[in-house]
């Protein structure tokens, strides 16, 4: 599964993304950052600190907001990335353009790029905006019983939300959407959770 993963993400190709003009919706990007483990392979992930302004303590990729220095979207990843946890673009092969998706409860439009991370760098993480990076095994995802359901408030109402649990963290909302979009999309591994 694995290898068909990979090869349809680099058939899919890479799209750099334009910026996005000023005064427009605003856009962030993420990477979603494949690490070889053996013959698996690993999804690096964060968890936010308590001193963000927003998703406080949640689990996502690194990533962020662009800023007029950046020149599109796949620069605003790669920046983000090295201020998040200090992992600079020469360990990062940029291997796809994932669609746009919006968090349920924001509306910044987020591009997702999937990358290998290159060796195994030392990182330096942003402590007043990430508590801890860990990896989890892309075949975590593929287990049914790894899937709960838990409530959370969206405006006024209550949400059943799913999430995969992997040890202490939650891994769930728009995080959780773009990995089994990926997984469904090009590794054809038919996981049946609704994330909207």
Known sequence: MHEKLIR??????????????????????????????????????????ELVTH???????????????????????????????????????????????????GQTHVTPFVARMIGNPELTLQSSEIDCVFRVPLNHFLLATNYQYFMVQHRKHQKKVPMVHFHKFRIWGMTLRIIIDMLNTFGDANIKFNIT
């Open 55 to 105: 998703h406080r303590g949640e689990v996502a990729f690194p990533g962020g907001i662009w800023e007029t220095c950046d020149t599109d979207m796949l620069e605003t990843a790669f920046r983000e990335t090295k201020e998040e946890i200090g992992l600079s673009g020469d360990h990062i092969e940029p291997i796809t353009t994932l669609t746009s998706v919006m968090p349920f409860n």
């Open 8 to 49: 349809g993400l680099k058939k899919n190709g890479l799209v750099r993304v334009e910026a996005p003009l000023v005064g427009h919706p605003q856009c962030a990007a993420v990477l979603v950052l494949l690490c070889e483990e053996g013959d698996d392979f690993e999804i690096l992930l964060t968890k936010r600190s």
